[in-house]
């Protein structure tokens, strides 16, 4: 562990250096996965490395497990509650759909949701260009490969330097980095509503998806509901997509 952790901070000094910046940001949910990119830059950079928590009406526990990680990493930080930006911009979209009759309860929560991980991107990109820093992903290799980001939200990010580590790897490492005990064993979540979970979502453990990634015997349900996330989500993976050029 000791060699991915130095591979990982040397090749985040590296991007830095390579793109001509200062430093480096994150995001900081008071999950697992933001943990332990936290605990990251401040051993890449102790001294130009920044963390962001920005509660959305988020859970309270959520933002107390974020600040015990900052705290615990000594990684600089601020706070920022969107709270407010997000309600605005929800009630004025949902009006105006009212008013186009186009509005959908069914497509209100994920919309809901995926408004409030663009807001965090957004807001990452203005503070990084103030401290001309890049700002850094926390997908792990099982979201990466179902597809379980949000399409320029957390996944709108320079560098990804979670995304070759399986989610038991990322407990692993966050074990070695020291990460809050009460951090590395919650429940995958994405903070969203009370008792939402990212096993409930996914319909499928991450454990499964590990060991498929693993190329270990998994159900043939499992295995074809794994492969067919993948198949649909191949668009967040990618660059937009452009038309050939014109022929003359």
Known sequence: MEKKVD???KWLREQVVEANVQGLVVGVSGGL???VVANLIKLAFPKQSLGVIMPIKSIPSDEDDALKVVENAELDHIVIDLSDVHDLMIEKIHTILQNKQAYTSAQARMGDANLR?????STL???ASHYHYLV???DNKAEWYTGYFTKYGDGGVDLNPLVHLKKHEVQEMARFLNVPTEVIDKKPS??????????MELGLTYDV???FLAGETISENDRKRIETMHKVTEHKRKTPTTPPPFSS
């Open 33 to 35: 996965d933001s943990a």
């Open 190 to 199: 994405a903070g969203l509503w009370e008792g939402q979970t990212d096993e």
């Open 117 to 121: 991980a663009r807001l965090r991107m």
């Open 7 to 9: 591979f990982l901070v």
């Open 209 to 211: 998806i590990d060991r």
């Open 136 to 138: 850094c992903g926390t």
């Open 125 to 127: 990109y203005t503070i």
